[in-house]
């Protein structure tokens, strides 16, 4: 018996409600209790702006300026309509040089060329070090690097004992 009513206990709480639902969730909602658990907007805490301190607007520029400004912006807008020079091609007039200050290469420089390497001997031997007058005796020349010698038949097949199957563990 206790365990009935232990169930019948839990079966409300088993069920869920949707907060779409949930006359509850609905008026706390409605009555703003789910706003007032939230963290106030940012800057909320200090005083409002104070519109008398606006700057005056600004001075009109006078009206060469705005005609430099017009004409300035007239002229890059009549460069950008000439077609475009490809990385490989010079600029025309350019002279390989790029306008600017200080002035820049129209070009990527060229690719660097490495030195070549000195050729190494593998059939001669170093050449032995040379006795300087003051040395007591001379050294002897380093040995000269020597290859292993190559076989010119394959080596000889296992023995038969150990072609077979591995012997069983005891």
Same mark, same amino acid.
């Given at each position: 018996? @206790?365990?009935?009513?232990?169930?019948?206990?839990?079966?409300? /709480?088993?069920?869920?409600?949707?907060?779409?639902?949930?006359?509850?969730?609905?008026?706390? #909602?409605?009555?703003?209790?789910?706003?007032?658990?939230? %963290? !106030?907007? @940012?800057?909320?805490?200090?005083?409002? $702006? =104070?519109?008398?301190?606006?700057?005056?607007?600004?001075?009109?520029? &006078? !009206?060469?300026?705005?005609?430099?400004?017009?004409?300035?912006?007239?002229?890059?807008?009549?460069?950008?309509?000439?077609? %475009?020079?490809?990385?490989?091609?010079?600029?025309? *007039?350019?002279?390989?040089?790029? !306008?600017? =200050?200080?002035?820049?290469?129209?070009?990527?420089?060229?690719?660097?060329?490495?030195?070549?390497?000195? #050729?190494?001997?593998?059939?001669?031997?170093?050449?032995? @070090?040379?006795?300087?007058? *003051? &040395?007591?005796?001379?050294?002897? !020349?380093? /040995?000269?690097?020597?290859?292993?010698?190559? $076989?010119?038949?394959?080596?000889?097949?296992?023995? $038969?004992?150990? %072609? *077979?199957?591995? $012997? #069983?563990?005891?």
């Amino acid at each position: 018996m @206790p365990a009935v009513l232990v169930a019948v206990g839990w079966l409300p /709480a088993a069920c869920s409600v949707p907060p779409e639902l949930d006359p509850v969730a609905i008026y706390d #909602r409605i009555s703003g209790a789910d706003d007032a658990k939230r %963290l !106030p907007p @940012p800057g909320m805490d200090r005083p409002s $702006p =104070n519109l008398a301190s606006i700057p005056p607007r600004p001075e009109r520029p &006078s !009206p060469e300026f705005r005609q430099a400004v017009t004409d300035s912006l007239e002229k890059d807008r009549a460069q950008s309509r000439d077609p %475009l020079v490809l990385r490989g091609e010079q600029a025309r *007039g350019a002279g390989g040089l790029a !306008p600017g =200050n200080p002035p820049m290469p129209a070009a990527p420089p060229p690719r660097p060329s490495l030195a070549a390497a000195p #050729r190494i001997p593998w059939t001669e031997s170093p050449a032995a @070090p040379q006795a300087t007058p *003051g &040395s007591a005796r001379p050294t002897a !020349p380093p /040995a000269a690097p020597s290859l292993p010698a190559v $076989p010119d038949a394959a080596p000889a097949p296992p023995p $038969p004992e150990l %072609l *077979g199957p591995p $012997p #069983r563990p005891r």
